[in-house]
């Protein structure tokens, strides 16, 4: 059973550009969790997401970022016109139904030059 | 919302000996407190966690301990072994909802 997958795993983009990172849950997992590390930081929540439905979307910043899970395909957490201070590991996580363990995937760290 | 707060923030030990953690939470509504491990560079790793209905847990050198009165738990890890060096994050759950993750704990095991 592959774990949580993430891709790219490294994303260097210059300021105003878009990125796009892409996360597949474990086979079996519908609940998706975007979660943001910065250098030397705890994590930081930002979506949670169910297929086709985002279910709390209070730690995500308004303006900028958006996230989806297509009933087909990965989940997807976009940021647009990148700024410096988007600089981070972005890590999603896994779980099979609501209050079950979350696992998390390899993150991509994303640098904004 | 939910506040976590773990302390310390580093720890260093002496191989062979034990390492605590602990972390406190504001919301009594938590109801789920995992552990996770991060190797620099790597994912959190689930190392043990604790449901609400449970006072202790424990897998071979770690142990987990939780008091819902005071809203805390800690995490124990005896015999220490220089591969457990790692930064340890505590977090807590209510409602099958997100992690709120502790600020996290640089352990170091000098041989």
């Known amino acids: 059973n592959a774990g949580v997958m993430q891709n790219p795993r490294h994303l260097v983009r210059r300021r105003g550009q878009e990125a796009r990172l892409r996360c597949s849950p474990m086979k079996g997992h519908s609940h998706v969790y975007w979660y943001r590390q910065l250098p030397e930081e705890g994590l930081k929540f930002m979506v949670y997401l169910q297929k086709e439905n985002i279910i709390d979307e209070s730690g995500m910043p308004k303006e900028r970022f958006s996230a989806e899970f297509p009933k087909e395909g990965p989940s997807i957490l976009r940021i647009q016109q990148v700024v410096r201070g988007d600089s981070a590991a972005y890590f999603c996580?896994?779980?099979?139904?609501?209050?079950?363990?979350?696992?998390f995937g390899p993150g991509t760290r994303l640098l904004v030059l | 919302g939910e506040n976590v707060e773990q302390h310390p923030s580093t720890l260093s030990v002496q191989e062979g000996d034990s390492a605590v953690i602990k972390c406190t939470y504001s919301d009594s509504a938590s109801n789920y407190f995992p552990w996770y491990k991060q190797e620099l560079g790597k994912r959190p790793q689930l190392i043990i966690d604790i449901r609400s209905n449970v006072g202790e847990k424990k897998d071979q050198r770690i142990a987990v301990t939780l008091n819902k009165t005071a809203k805390h738990f800690s995490l124990h890890i005896t015999e220490t072994q220089p591969e457990d060096s790692a930064v340890y994050f505590c977090a807590a759950q209510y409602a099958g909802n997100m992690l709120t993750f502790g600020g996290g704990t640089r352990l170091m095991v000098k041989p």
């Open positions: 996580a896994s779980s099979p139904r609501q209050e079950e363990t979350q696992y």
